[in-house]
C-alpha cells in the first residue's frame, strides 16, 4: 500500500504507454479495494468476529474501545469513508461536535493541543472557520484507530502505508516473506486474495504486472501472485517497481519464481515491449532486456539484459487513469505539518516533468541508478499536452509532478506554456534551492498555478553541504526559499540528521539556520529525516571519501539497499534527533522562534556558533 487519497503513478504510466501501442492494457487498484472492503460495515463485522475470538486478557486498548463501540462502529463507517471520499461533506458538522464518532485511544493525542485556559484544542492548527478541515482530521484519527484494531486483531504487520514492510526491506534473506507467504490466510489476506481472483475474472488477463513502488507493498504482491498462480496457473506474472529497482539489482533467490514468471528492472516500458514479444512467441528469452528469470533445467535465477535503447520519455505517451475509481480515494488529514497534508489530502494527478534528474550528484542519493541517472526531457508543448489530456480524462486540475528534482528550464519553459494556453491548474513538485529560482522565475511559476515546492536543504551546514555535493549554500537557500515565500508559494524544506562527520555543533548550528529561515519567512514547512547509506549512492560506493567505514553486509541473495555505516565522531543522532523533530514542529505553528536552539534537548549541547542575523544579511545581499 501506499496511499490512500491519489493512486500511485505507475500502472498509469504503463497502461497509457501499452495502450499507445495498441497492447490492450487494464490497470486495478487493489490496495484501494482491500482498504475499502476491510473499513466497512461488512468488513468491521468480520474484524469483530475475529476479535470475539481473542482472548479478554490479549485486548489492546484499541480492540477495548472497539469492542465497547462495536455497534457504533458498524453504524458510522460507511458514512464517514463517504465524507472522506467527498460524497459526503455535510457530515463534517456532525464529526466536528465529536458525538459522532466513536472514540479510540487515537482522540487521546487532541489534549496535547489543549491550552493553558482549556481552549479549542484544535484552533491552532484550523482557527476558527476550518470546519471541514477538522472533521477530516477526526475522522483520519477514527481510521487510524481502526487500523490499530486490525494490527491487534487480525495482522500484527498491518498498517495502512507501511504493510509489512520488515519482511522484504533491505532484507537479505527470503526466509522471512517464505515463511509468511507459507502460513495460513488471515483475514486481510483472504480479503486481498477474494479481490485479486474476482479481478482476474472481470478482465481474463494472459499477463499481470504487479508494481511494487515500497518494501511495504511486497507482501501483498507476492500474496496477490501467489493466489493467481494457484488458480490461473497460465496467466505470466511479472514483477517490477522501485523496490526492484533500488533493492533486487542482484536478485539470486530462486523462490521469488514460485510466484513470479519474471521480474524487471528500471523503467518498464522497453522491458515489456520485449517481453510481451517473448510471451507472444516473436523474440527469443535470451533477447529480453533487464529481466530476471528462473532457469528451468538447473533452478538458478539468470539476469538476461539485451542493450536495447529505452523508450524516449517524450514518447512514452500520456497516463492514464481510466478504469480506476477516482471517486472512491480518501481524503486524509493525519499529520498537520502543510506539506505533508498535500502528499495524503485530495487527489492529485501525478505527473513527471523530466525522467531522471539533470544534477545527479549528491551523495546520499542513488545516483548510479536509472531513475536518477538517466535524465531527459520533453518539450513544454508535450508536457502542457499531456496535461491537457489528463485533466479532460480526470475532471481533476490539481497536479503533482513527481520528480526527484524538476529542473528550473524546463519549469520556466512549462510554466510559459501554461500561461499563454490560460490552463488553470494547481500544481506543486520537488526542486533543488540552486540560484536559477529567481524571483522572477517564483512569480512565473506562481502565475502558472504552482502551490508549493520542496527542496532539499539536508544540514543546514555549508561545510556539509559541500561534502553531499548539493550544489548550494545556506545563504543562496536563504535568498532562493524567500523569493518562492514572496510570491505566494509554500516552501517546504527536507531536512537531514546523521550525515557522515556531522558533530554535535554541526546539528546544533543547522537547527539555528532552521530556526532563523522560519522567522524571516523563507519556509513555511519542514521535516528532519534520520540520514541512511545505500548500496547505490556515492557514501555506499566511496566511503573512506566521507570519512566513514561500511558494516559487511548480511549474506544473502535477496533484497540489497540500506548498508550500516562506523561514524568516528561516535554522535549519538537518535538522541539528537528527538530535539531537533520537537523544534520544526513548534517552528511550522509559529512557537519558540526566539529562544535559544539549545532549548529544544533534553540534555546539554553547545550554543551555536552562527550569528543570529545569519538570514537575515544573506536576504539583504544578492545571489
Given at each position: 500500500m501506499t496511499q490512500l487519497n491519489t493512486p500511485y503513478p505507475s500502472t498509469a504510466y504503463l497502461t497509457g504507454f501499452l495502450r499507445s501501442r495498441g497492447i490492450t492494457a487494464v490497470q486495478e487498484d487493489l490496495a484501494l479495494a482491500l482498504v475499502l472492503q476491510l473499513l466497512s460495515p461488512e468488513g468491521l463485522r468480520a474484524v469483530a468476529a475475529k476479535v470475539d475470538a481473542l482472548p479478554a486478557k490479549?485486548?489492546?486498548?484499541?480492540?477495548?474501545?472497539?469492542?465497547?463501540?462495536?455497534?457504533?462502529?458498524?453504524?458510522?463507517?460507511?458514512?464517514?469513508?463517504?465524507?472522506?471520499?467527498?460524497?459526503?461533506?455535510?457530515?463534517?458538522?456532525?464529526?466536528?461536535?465529536?458525538?459522532?464518532?466513536?472514540?479510540?485511544?487515537?482522540?487521546?493525542?487532541?489534549?496535547?493541543?489543549?491550552?493553558?485556559?482549556?481552549?479549542?484544542?484544535?484552533?491552532?492548527?484550523?482557527?476558527?472557520?476550518?470546519?471541514?478541515?477538522?472533521?477530516?482530521?477526526?475522522?483520519?484519527?477514527?481510521?487510524?484507530?481502526?487500523?490499530?484494531?486490525?494490527?491487534?486483531?487480525?495482522?500484527?504487520?498491518?498498517?495502512?502505508?507501511?504493510?509489512?514492510?520488515?519482511?522484504?526491506?533491505?532484507?537479505?534473506?527470503?526466509?522471512?516473506?517464505?515463511?509468511?507467504?507459507?502460513?495460513?490466510?488471515?483475514?486481510?489476506?483472504?480479503?486481498?486474495?477474494?479481490?485479486?481472483?474476482?479481478?482476474?475474472?472481470?478482465?481474463?488477463?494472459?499477463?499481470?504486472?504487479?508494481?511494487?513502488?515500497?518494501?511495504?507493498?511486497?507482501?501483498?504482491?507476492?500474496?496477490?501472485?501467489?493466489?493467481?498462480?494457484?488458480?490461473?496457473?497460465?496467466?505470466v506474472t511479472v514483477l517490477g517497481g522501485g523496490f526492484v529497482n533500488t533493492e533486487l539489482r542482484e536478485l539470486a533467490e530462486p523462490r521469488v519464481f514460485d510466484h513470479f514468471?519474471?521480474?524487471?528492472?528500471?523503467?518498464?516500458?522497453?522491458?515489456?515491449?520485449?517481453?510481451?514479444?517473448?510471451?507472444?512467441?516473436?523474440?527469443?528469452?535470451?533477447?529480453?532486456?533487464?529481466?530476471?528469470?528462473?532457469?528451468?533445467?538447473?533452478?538458478?535465477?539468470?539476469?538476461?539484459?539485451?542493450?536495447?535503447?529505452?523508450?524516449?520519455?517524450?514518447?512514452?505517451?500520456?497516463?492514464?487513469?481510466?478504469?480506476?475509481?477516482?471517486?472512491?480515494?480518501?481524503?486524509?488529514l493525519d499529520m498537520l505539518n502543510p506539506m505533508h497534508r498535500l502528499w495524503?489530502?485530495?487527489?492529485?494527478?501525478?505527473?513527471?516533468?523530466?525522467?531522471?534528474?539533470?544534477?545527479?550528484?549528491?551523495?546520499?542519493?542513488?545516483?548510479?541508478?536509472?531513475?536518477?541517472?538517466?535524465?531527459?526531457?520533453?518539450?513544454?508543448?508535450?508536457?502542457?499536452?499531456?496535461?491537457?489530456?489528463?485533466?479532460?480524462?480526470?475532471g481533476q486540475t490539481g497536479f503533482h509532478f513527481v520528480d526527484e528534482a524538476a529542473p528550473p528550464k524546463a519549469l520556466k519553459a512549462l510554466a510559459t506554456e501554461l500561461i499563454a494556453r490560460n490552463t488553470g491548474i494547481s500544481w506543486w513538485g520537488n526542486i533543488r534551492f540552486e540560484k536559477t529560482f529567481t524571483p522572477e522565475l517564483a512569480e512565473l511559476m506562481a502565475d502558472s498555478g504552482c502551490i508549493a515546492i520542496s527542496g532539499g536543504l539536508e544540514v543546514a551546514s555549508d561545510r556539509l553541504l559541500n561534502l553531499m555535493k548539493k550544489g548550494v549554500s545556506v545563504d543562496q537557500v536563504a535568498r532562493v526559499t524567500r523569493a518562492?515565500?514572496?510570491?505566494?508559494?509554500?516552501?517546504?524544506?527536507?531536512?537531514?540528521?546523521?550525515?557522515?562527520?556531522?558533530?554535535?555543533?554541526?546539528?546544533?548550528?543547522?537547527?539555528?539556520?532552521?530556526?532563523?529561515?522560519?522567522?524571516?519567512?523563507?519556509?513555511?514547512?519542514?521535516?528532519?529525516?534520520?540520514?541512511?547509506?545505500?548500496?547505490?549512492?556515492p557514501v555506499g560506493q566511496s566511503p573512506e571519501e566521507y570519512g566513514v567505514t561500511l558494516a559487511p553486509l548480511p549474506p544473502g541473495d535477496f533484497a540489497k539497499n540500506d548498508v550500516a555505516f562506523i561514524d568516528p565522531t561516535g554522535v549519538d543522532h537518535d538522541a539528537l534527533g528527538a530535539g531537533l523533530k520537537k523544534a520544526i514542529y513548534n517552528y511550522m505553528h509559529g512557537i519558540g522562534l526566539e529562544e535559544d536552539v539549545r532549548s529544544w534537548f533534553p540534555f546539554k549541547v553547545p550554543k551555536t556558533t552562527v550569528r543570529r542575523d545569519r538570514i537575515e544579511r544573506a536576504l539583504q545581499q544578492r545571489g
Open positions: 490479549k485486548h489492546s486498548p484499541a480492540v477495548q474501545a472497539f469492542v465497547a463501540q462495536r455497534e457504533r462502529y458498524f453504524a458510522t463507517i460507511a458514512p464517514t469513508i463517504a465524507f472522506l471520499q467527498g460524497r459526503d461533506t455535510t457530515l463534517a458538522h456532525r464529526i466536528v461536535g465529536r458525538s459522532f464518532l466513536p472514540e479510540g485511544p487515537r482522540f487521546e493525542s487532541l489534549d496535547v493541543y489543549v491550552d493553558d485556559e482549556g481552549g479549542d484544542p484544535l484552533g491552532w492548527a484550523f482557527g476558527a472557520l476550518g470546519l471541514h478541515d477538522r472533521a477530516k482530521h477526526l475522522a483520519t484519527l477514527y481510521l487510524n484507530d481502526l487500523a490499530d484494531v486490525l494490527r491487534d486483531a487480525v495482522d500484527p504487520r498491518f498498517e495502512f502505508v507501511r504493510y509489512a514492510e520488515s519482511l522484504a526491506g533491505s532484507q537479505p534473506t527470503f526466509d522471512p516473506l517464505a515463511e509468511a507467504l507459507a502460513a495460513p490466510l488471515n483475514l486481510v489476506d483472504e480479503t486481498l486474495r477474494t479481490l485479486a481472483l474476482a479481478a482476474v475474472e472481470r478482465h481474463a488477463p494472459t499477463v499481470v504486472l504487479l508494481s511494487v513502488p515500497f518494501p511495504g507493498a511486497v507482501y501483498a504482491a507476492f500474496r496477490i501472485a501467489q493466489a493467481i498462480k494457484a488458480v490461473h496457473p497460465h496467466i514468471d519474471y521480474v524487471a528492472l528500471d523503467a518498464g516500458e522497453r522491458p515489456l515491449l520485449a517481453l510481451l514479444e517473448h510471451v507472444q512467441g516473436q523474440r527469443g528469452r535470451q533477447r529480453l532486456v533487464r529481466t530476471f528469470v528462473r532457469e528451468a533445467d538447473t533452478g538458478a535465477v539468470r539476469y538476461i539484459n539485451m542493450q536495447e535503447a529505452d523508450i524516449a520519455f517524450a514518447e512514452v505517451g500520456t497516463p492514464t487513469w481510466d478504469g480506476l475509481p477516482l471517486d472512491k480515494y480518501l481524503s486524509l495524503s489530502d485530495g487527489r492529485w494527478n501525478k505527473l513527471t516533468v523530466a525522467h531522471g534528474c539533470y544534477w545527479k550528484k549528491c551523495s546520499f542519493c542513488d545516483v548510479s541508478l536509472d531513475y536518477i541517472s538517466r535524465y531527459e526531457g520533453a518539450s513544454a508543448s508535450t508536457l502542457a499536452d499531456r496535461i491537457d489530456t489528463i485533466v479532460r480524462e480526470t518562492f515565500t514572496d510570491a505566494g508559494i509554500l516552501v517546504h524544506a527536507y531536512l537531514m540528521y546523521g550525515f557522515p562527520t556531522q558533530t554535535v555543533q554541526d546539528t546544533v548550528d543547522a537547527l539555528e539556520y532552521v530556526r532563523q529561515l522560519f522567522a524571516n519567512g523563507c519556509i513555511q514547512s519542514g521535516f528532519f529525516h534520520r540520514f541512511a547509506c545505500t548500496v547505490h549512492s
